[in-house]
């Protein structure tokens, strides 16, 4: 009889044990996952591999993330640059657009000024010669020649008549926006300067600078060689998406 006592007091503490740890006691049955100890278990620490998995994970998840982005930000960018290169119809569309919303939605002469007055050099996706620019000298049109249509007659810009091969050159510093073909003005070059003008320089016989490229004031951007069916070089300032007659901002010395 002392040794059923002793049994059951021993099953009781036995019980007790069990419900004070949380394990299945009597006849419930709970199915239980094996746990290996690993080895910092074994000498009294918990084990911390689930935490560093788990931010290592996060962060391949940031960098893979931070790598897509510049990806589709890099090709983006190309893709935009290879639109102005290449000369089809079909792109004729979505090359104008690109090219309004450019030079209304982002200043990159204002931060190229920036960027050269900080750095002392302008920014550029090539490299370029080092220019020297004259911020006293007065604005002159971009060709020798007479004005043969003035503002009031298209309500766009001027068409100047040289008389022999001239060199085309920029009124001002800035950065070129577009180089390519225009529908109106065949090859066309837009600048945009810091004092947030557009000036464009259309009918050139060729074109000398590439987009993005930081402009200096007078800089030669093309040459224009008079034919029979071209004749003038078209020249036009944009002010807040409206166009200002270039005799009110240049000083023009004749006039026919």
Request: net charge negative; hydrophobic share 35%; proline share 5%.
């Amino acid at each position: 009889m002392d040794k059923d006592k002793d049994i059951k007091k021993v099953r009781k503490a036995i019980e007790q044990r069990k419900k004070m740890r949380g394990l299945p006691s009597g006849g419930t049955t709970k199915q239980l996952l094996p746990s290996i100890p690993g080895e910092e278990e074994k000498h009294g620490y918990y084990s911390m591999f689930t935490h560093h998995e788990e931010v290592s994970s996060r962060n391949n998840r940031v960098v893979t993330s931070m790598a897509m982005k510049g990806i589709l930000s890099a090709m983006l960018f190309f893709g935009t640059a290879l639109l102005w290169q290449t000369d089809t119809t079909l792109l004729e569309k979505p090359r104008e657009w690109t090219s309004q919303v450019m030079k209304n939605e982002f200043p990159f002469a204002k931060v190229n000024v920036w960027y050269k007055e900080t750095f002392g050099r302008p920014l550029s996706l090539s490299p370029q010669p080092v220019l020297e620019t004259n911020e006293d000298q007065s604005m002159a049109l971009p060709v020798n020649g007479n004005i043969t249509e003035t503002f009031q007659t298209n309500g766009t810009g001027i068409m100047i008549t040289p008389e022999e091969t001239t060199n085309v050159t920029s009124i001002q510093e800035g950065v070129v926006i577009f180089a390519g073909n225009d529908r109106e003005t065949n090859k066309t070059i837009t600048i945009q300067h810091a004092d947030g003008t557009v000036t464009n320089y259309g009918n050139l016989s060729s074109i000398d600078v590439h987009l993005y490229q930081f402009i200096a004031g007078n800089q030669q951007i093309g040459s224009f060689t008079p034919e029979a069916d071209n004749e003038t070089v078209f020249f036009s300032i944009e002010k807040n998406n409206d166009y200002v007659d270039p005799v009110q901002v240049i000083q023009v010395d004749e006039l026919p």
